[in-house]
């Protein structure tokens, strides 16, 4: 078991943030010491790590919610479940295909520029 201030340098989350996946329920299995203290363990950095890359790739937080709240009522919706997962993977390959999209533009304004260079260096070499 590892404290929250572990938890943070580990993933590099801030405190408030892993505070709040916990209260929005983000997190399903967070204990606590006689003190009140988080505690973590291996399955709960996992829980960490898997909502940051949901959240990192555009899933809002009611629909990891909802995921959380599937995980929890046991493995009758696994279907459902991965339904969502699958859902997701498409939107996140959507955005990919249109960063790729963007990214060529951006290379062709680039090859402009480098032809544009090109002949303004050879105009200058006349004089």
């Known amino acids: 078991m590892i404290s929250i201030k572990e938890v943070t340098e580990?993933?590099?989350?801030?405190?408030?943030?892993?505070?709040?996946?916990?209260?929005?329920?983000?997190?399903?299995?967070?204990?606590r010491d006689e003190g009140g203290k988080r505690l973590y363990d291996d399955?709960?950095?996992s829980?960490?790590?898997?909502?940051?890359a949901l959240r990192a790739t555009g899933m809002p937080i009611a629909q990891i919610q909802q995921y959380?709240?599937?995980?929890?009522?046991?493995?009758?919706?696994?279907p459902e479940r991965k339904q969502m997962m699958l859902q997701h993977k498409k939107e996140i390959e959507r955005s990919i295909k249109e960063l790729y999209l963007n990214l060529d533009k951006i290379n062709?304004?680039?090859?402009?520029?480098d032809v544009m260079e090109t002949q303004l260096n050879r105009e200058e070499l006349k004089f």
């Open 108 to 113: 062709y304004k680039l090859a402009l520029y």
């Open 68 to 78: 959380v709240y599937l995980y929890k009522e046991g493995d009758t919706t696994i």
């Open 43 to 45: 399955e709960d950095l």
């Open 10 to 31: 580990i993933t590099g989350l801030p405190a408030p943030t892993l505070r709040y996946y916990e209260k929005e329920g983000l997190l399903p299995h967070v204990k």
């Open 47 to 52: 829980w960490v790590q898997f909502v940051t």
